[in-house]
C-alpha cells in the first residue's frame, strides 16, 4: 500500500530564507505526487504535482519541488520564505493506473519569522 | 465559479444525534471524496466515489455513510454522532484521469460533538 511521510510536524524560517519541506513516499508502481497548502481556516490549494516527465516541478507563488526516484522522495522548496508562506503544507500520493485515491501525509506547518 | 461547496460550515452535535453534511461541484467531475483532519494526522479518507452510482470505503470509514445523489452531490452522514467524530470534514472533487489530475477541495465543515 503507499504511504506518505513529512517529515517534521513544524518548520520554522525567518523571511528570505530557503524553506525546505520533506516529503517521502512509499509505493509499488509509479506515483503521481502533489503538494497543498492550506491557509487558516481554509481548504486545500494545489501548489504543484507531479505527473511525468521532468523531474523538477515548478508551481505558484515560487515553489518547486524535485522528484527524486532513487530516494523516493518529493520535498517542496522555495528559495526565499515570504510572511505570506506561513500556512500547513500538505505531500500526497496517487497511484497510476487509474487508482482514484488520493493520500496525504500528516502535514508541516511552516511558519515565517521577520 | 464556485468549485466545490460544502454546507454548513460550522455545526455543533450532541452524541446520538444525526446530519448529513452536503457537498456540489460543478466542474462536471466524476469522482468524489470525503476526508476529515485531525491535528497531526493530516487528511484521512472516509468514502469515495469514482463515478456517479458508485462508492467505496477509505480509511476511515466506521460511523460514516454516504450517498452520490449524482453527478454534482455527494453527501456524508452521521447516524449516531460520537466525539470522536469532532473534526474539519473536506469534500474534494477530480477527474479520474489516469491519477495524474488533482482534487479540488471545498472549505470544510467544522463539526464539534459534545
Known amino acids: 500500500a503507499q504511504s506518505v511521510t513529512q517529515l517534521g510536524s513544524h518548520v520554522s524560517v525567518s523571511e528570505g530564507a530557503l524553506v525546505l519541506l520533506r516529503c517521502n513516499y512509499s509505493?509499488?508502481?509509479?506515483?503521481?505526487l502533489f503538494w497543498y497548502v492550506q491557509y487558516p481556516n481554509q481548504g486545500l490549494q494545489l501548489l504543484l504535482k507531479?505527473?511525468?516527465?521532468?523531474?523538477l516541478v515548478k508551481g505558484i507563488n515560487g515553489f518547486e519541488a524535485e522528484f527524486k526516484k532513487s530516494e523516493t522522495s518529493f520535498h517542496l522548496t522555495k528559495p526565499s520564505a515570504h510572511m505570506s508562506d506561513a500556512a500547513e503544507y500538505f505531500c500526497a500520493v496517487r497511484l497510476s493506473g487509474g487508482y482514484n485515491k488520493l493520500i496525504f501525509g500528516a502535514g508541516t506547518r511552516l511558519a515565517v519569522h521577520p | 465559479n464556485a468549485g466545490v461547496t460544502q454546507t454548513p460550515k460550522f455545526q455543533v452535535l450532541k452524541t446520538g444525534q444525526s446530519m448529513t453534511l452536503q457537498c456540489a461541484q460543478d466542474m462536471n467531475h466524476n469522482s468524489m471524496y470525503w476526508y476529515r483532519q485531525d491535528p497531526g494526522m493530516g487528511l484521512r479518507l472516509i468514502y469515495y466515489s469514482a463515478s456517479e452510482g458508485t462508492t467505496d470505503k477509505g480509511e476511515v470509514p466506521n460511523g460514516y455513510n454516504v450517498s452520490r445523489l449524482n453527478k454534482r452531490e455527494f453527501s456524508l452522514r452521521l447516524e449516531s454522532a460520537a466525539p470522536s467524530q469532532t473534526s474539519v470534514y473536506f469534500c474534494?472533487?477530480?477527474?479520474?484521469?489516469?491519477?495524474?489530475?488533482?482534487?479540488?477541495f471545498g472549505q470544510g465543515t467544522r463539526l464539534t460533538v459534545v
Open positions: 474534494a472533487s477530480s477527474e479520474p484521469g489516469g491519477g495524474g489530475t488533482e482534487a479540488f
Open positions: 507531479y505527473t511525468t516527465g521532468a523531474t
Open positions: 509505493s509499488s508502481v509509479p506515483p503521481y
